[in-house]
């Protein structure tokens, strides 16, 4: 029964993320290069960076430890803090310590893995969200110019959801692995963000 919940949220996020990107690319006809540009450049930049692929997977990962409405919620929470991050660069607001926070949140992530932490949905969501509202702000500064505002955002919203979905898979299949693997695998994540942090 359990897995029978898991898929039908996994298949209902993506199909979302691919059903806004045909809407928007059919809502600008004529401008296949344009959109092609927006899209692409959004799907293209999660991708590019040590430090979003390992925040994006790693939380995907340490959620499947948590409660069920935790793991359920995840997605959502991981794609509204990247969408609100993303919206207060677009409206110009400044945020300061932004790559160190992104660097911040791999190395705690790798903790909560590290430590087997589970936490309760209300605690766990808001950190989510604000992990990635520092990722969703380096996002939306770097977009390139002359895109599509919401084809980018399409773009990486699709990116993320399959990182993360990536990183669910991972944890699944390490649920009856020993449990000092997972903790070493956490240990590594932190030592990374710590880097990262510290560079």
Same mark, same amino acid.
């Given at each position: ?51 979003? #692929? ?19 919620? @995840? ?12 919206? #207060? ?5 400044? #945020?300061?310590?932004?790559? @160190? ?6 190395? +705690?992530? %790798? ?5 087997? !932490? ?19 702000? !380096? ?11 919401? +084809? ?8 993320? #959801? ?6 669910? %898979? ?6 009856? !692995? ?8 956490? %240990?590594?994540?932190?030592?990374? %963000? ?6």
């Amino acid at each position: 029964m359990n897995k029978m919940t898991k898929l039908p949220v996994a298949k209902l996020l993506m199909t979302i993320g691919l059903m806004l990107t045909a809407t928007l690319a059919i809502a600008h006809p004529g401008h296949g290069e344009h959109v092609s540009n927006g899209f692409l450049s959004g799907l293209l930049h999660p991708m590019m960076g040590l430090d979003h #692929l390992l925040a994006m997977g790693a939380i995907g990962f340490w959620s499947i430890r948590q409660n069920t409405t935790m793991k359920r919620g @995840t997605p959502l929470f991981v794609v509204g803090g990247m969408i609100t991050g993303a919206g #207060l660069a677009w409206a110009g607001v400044s #945020l300061a310590g932004i790559e @160190t926070g992104i660097a911040m949140s791999v190395l +705690l992530v %790798g903790v909560l893995i590290a430590t087997l !932490a589970k936490l309760p949905t209300a605690v766990g969501g808001t950190l989510v969200a604000l992990f990635m509202v520092a990722h969703g702000y !380096a996002h939306g500064t770097e977009m390139t110019q002359g895109s599509s505002l919401l +084809l980018y955002m399409a773009g990486f919203v699709v990116a993320t #959801l399959a990182i993360t979905f990536v990183g669910r %898979g991972l944890g699944t299949a390490m649920l009856k !692995a020993d449990n000092r693997i997972t903790r070493a695998l956490g %240990g590594v994540v932190a030592i990374i %963000g710590g880097v990262l942090a510290a560079g």
